[in-house]
C-alpha cells in the first residue's frame, strides 16, 4: 500500500510540475515552440524548431537564440534540471571536414550548455 501511495504523490507532483512548467512557457511565448512530455523519469520540454545550427555548422541561429534566451530565464527562475541532446542530419559533417554527425551532434549540445551556463544557469542543472 505504500508503494501505491508514494506513486500516486509522485504523480500528482509531477502533475502539478507539469502544470506550472505548461504556465511559465506561455507566459513566454514558448508554448508554439516547444512539446511537453511526462516521462517517468521527469518532465521533457522538447524545442520543435528544427534549425537551430546551419548545415555543418556549430553556430547557433539567431531564430533559436530568441527561444534559448528565454529558456535561460526560466531556467534561473526555477529549479529545473536540463538535459540537452544535440542532433546532426545523418551522414552530416562539419564544414570543414573534421567532424562526423557524432562529432558534430556531441559538439552542438556542447556549445548549448556553455550558452547557459555563460547566462547563469548553475552547470550542476545542466
Known amino acids: 500500500m505504500e508503494g501505491i501511495l508514494d506513486k500516486h504523490e509522485v504523480n500528482r507532483e509531477s502533475g502539478e510540475d507539469l502544470n506550472e ?3 511559465q512557457l506561455k507566459e513566454q511565448n514558448l508554448s508554439e515552440n516547444v512539446t511537453i512530455y511526462e516521462m517517468p523519469e521527469g518532465i521533457k520540454v522538447k524545442i520543435k524548431d528544427k534549425m ?4 555543418g555548422s556549430t553556430k547557433v541561429d539567431d531564430v533559436s537564440v530568441k527561444v534559448l534566451d528565454k529558456l535561460v530565464s526560466l ?3 526555477n529549479p529545473w534540471k536540463l538535459f ?3 542532433n546532426a542530419s545523418r ?3 562539419s564544414a570543414d571536414g573534421q567532424m562526423d ?3 558534430l551532434s ?3 549540445s556542447e556549445i548549448v550548455a556553455r550558452q547557459f551556463i555563460r547566462n547563469g544557469v548553475q552547470p550542476d542543472r545542466i
Open 21 to 23: 512548467m505548461k504556465s
Open 52 to 55: 537551430y545550427f546551419a548545415k
Open 75 to 77: 531556467m534561473k527562475e
Open 84 to 86: 540537452i541532446e544535440g
Open 91 to 93: 551522414g552530416e559533417t
Open 101 to 103: 554527425a557524432f562529432a
Open 106 to 108: 556531441a559538439k552542438r
